[in-house]
């Protein structure tokens, strides 16, 4: 006698699979898209800053730079305090039109 095979039920199919597909390729659409509008984007944004000369200032070249430290740049250090370099750099690094107004505001 042959024993009775186990009957196993049938996983159900998607319900609606026209409808699945549809959703599954939009999503998979709109992430290609926006990875595509993100490069660009990225891209610009980077471009746009070597296209204006950023460039990153290397902390060696720095270093032998001899830098006048008068009482004007070092405000409102004085002179002779060990900040005071720093503060000049900064007050050098400015625009003549930017230093006109720091020293406008100073006065």
Same mark, same amino acid.
């Given at each position: 006698?042959?024993?009775? &095979?186990?009957?196993?039920?049938?996983?159900?199919?998607?319900?609606?699979?026209?409808?699945?597909?549809?959703? &599954?390729?939009?999503?998979?659409?709109?992430?290609?898209?926006?990875?595509?509008?993100?490069?660009?984007?990225?891209?610009?944004?980077?471009?746009?800053?070597?296209?204006?000369?950023?460039?990153?200032?290397?902390?060696?070249? *720095?270093? *032998?730079?001899?830098?006048?430290?008068?009482?004007?740049?070092?405000?409102?250090?004085?002179?002779?305090?060990?900040?005071? &370099?720093?503060?000049?750099?900064?007050?050098?690094?400015?625009?003549?039109?930017?230093?006109?107004?720091?020293?406008?505001?100073? &006065?």
């Amino acid at each position: 006698m042959t024993e009775p &095979k186990p009957v196993i039920a049938a996983s159900e199919g998607i319900r609606f699979p026209r409808l699945y597909f549809a959703i &599954k390729w939009t999503i998979i659409g709109s992430l290609t898209l926006l990875a595509i509008l993100a490069a660009a984007f990225w891209t610009m944004v980077l471009g746009g800053f070597a296209a204006s000369g950023f460039r990153a200032s290397s902390p060696i070249a *720095g270093t *032998g730079e001899n830098l006048v430290i008068t009482p004007e740049c070092a405000w409102p250090l004085s002179a002779n305090d060990h900040d005071a &370099k720093a503060v000049c750099r900064m007050f050098y690094n400015l625009t003549p039109e930017q230093r006109a107004r720091v020293l406008a505001r100073r &006065k």
